[in-house]
């Protein structure tokens, strides 16, 4: 009979790979070193495979189609940021088993044998696993384009993913990606929502998930915690284990938490479960989604830019050396054009400003707006290196 033998919830952030000037090394290596010592759960639980549940920061999926679920069932699971590349094997059996299964237990899942993922998934594959021979199965929770599946529904998945496992012989960890608090590319990126994440952290170590599997996605909107969906479904395979945080590290931009729960851990060791009832975390009421919102059709050929100069590096370069001309090329309005011409400002304070970004302001999704400024700058970097 198969057995879930550990339960990890990481942080993804890009600036583990980017390390820029703007972080403090300090906070970066504490996640660094957490994630490691996940890699050494693995070692001490032996699983033989890893489900890495993470989500997509438009670049694998982009508005054309959106999956609410998929999982990668190919030879391997390829992933790419920041100039490295992962290629790991993929735990085949299982992973059509999960996807056979999950379709008859009521889940539309999508099916990609060649989705090419994103740093969600090559941090995990970087600092988690960092070379172990232990082949995955990635599944895409959609976190950043409404309509998201709720925290409930994300929890069933995680319920129907045990049981599956529980009919097969092998031992399984899993991995989610993701959160904590952030709000990346919009007016609020320079102050996340810390009191939430502490009152979160409380709820985990204390094993009562049932506080954040409560949660609208309205409600994880406001707190920047969308990206909390794959620890949701991690919840449903485990039941209420109480969590042991490893690190949590409020950066200006960010809360990065780096967890682990040991199914049985506290049982085994004679321990009892968390029983007492913690106090509600108060939100606002009544804004409804305010951060990352269905864009509007007319702005799709912004989008479409933004998307592809994240994959062309030739479309990147072009647009330094003529601007307009991409611009015309894309059918983009004046003021989306106009727009368009502040991707070029490696100006820091417009990342802090606390005002919309006027890519925002034009149409563009907050997320693909700033991991496009993210891309396009360090081109910039890069031509000024090689001139």
């Known amino acids: 009979m198969g057995k879930i033998v550990a339960a990890m919830a990481t942080v993804h952030a890009p600036q583990l790979f980017t390390r820029p000037p703007t972080e403090i090394p300090e906070q970066l290596d504490a996640d660094i070193a957490a994630m490691r010592e996940l890699g050494r759960s693995l070692d001490e639980t032996r699983p033989d495979a890893l489900i890495v549940i993470g989500s997509d920061h438009l670049e694998t999926f982009f508005l054309s189609a959106v999956p609410t679920f998929a999982i990668v069932a190919g030879e391997a699971s390829h992933a790419s940021f920041a100039g490295r590349e992962y290629n790991l094997p993929i735990h085949l059996p299982l992973a059509e088993a999960l996807l056979d299964q999950l379709v008859e237990a009521g889940f539309d899942m999508t099916y990609s044998q060649d989705a090419v993922l994103g740093h969600s998934f090559a941090a995990v594959y970087e600092w988690v696993l960092e070379g172990r021979d232990i082949p995955v199965i990635p599944l895409f929770i959609n976190t950043y384009l409404p309509p998201l599946p709720t925290a409930r529904r994300c929890e069933a998945l995680g319920r129907a993913i045990a049981k599956i496992v529980e009919g097969r012989p092998e031992r399984i960890a899993i991995v989610a990606s993701g959160g904590m ?176 970004h006027p890519l925002v302001e034009a149409g563009a999704h907050p997320l693909g707006t700033l991991m496009s400024i993210v891309v396009v700058q360090a081109e910039a970097r890069r031509m000024r290196l090689q001139s």
């Open 181 to 356: 608090s952030h709000y990346p590319g919009t007016w609020k990126y320079p102050q996340p929502a810390f009191d939430f994440d502490y009152w979160a952290i409380d709820q985990m170590e204390r094993g009562n998930h049932e506080a954040l599997l409560s949660l609208t996605n309205a409600q994880l909107d406001e707190v920047g915690n969308t990206e909390m969906l794959p620890w949701m479904a991690m919840f449903g395979a485990i039941g209420n284990q109480p969590g042991e945080l490893l690190t949590y590290q409020p950066t200006w931009h960010h809360g990065h938490a780096v967890m682990r729960f040991i199914p049985n851990k506290r049982e085994e060791a004679g321990l009892p479960l968390e029983t007492k009832t913690p106090p509600e975390y108060r939100f606002q009421t009544g804004k409804g989604y305010e951060f990352y919102k269905h864009p509007s059709p007319s702005a799709y050929q912004l989008n479409r830019l933004l998307y592809d100069l994240r994959h062309k590096q030739a479309l990147r370069r072009r647009l330094y050396e003529d601007t307009p001309g991409v611009a015309a090329e894309y059918g983009l309005s004046a003021a989306e054009a106009e727009a368009v011409e502040t991707l070029k400002d490696e100006s820091i304070d417009m990342l802090r400003s606390l005002k919309s």
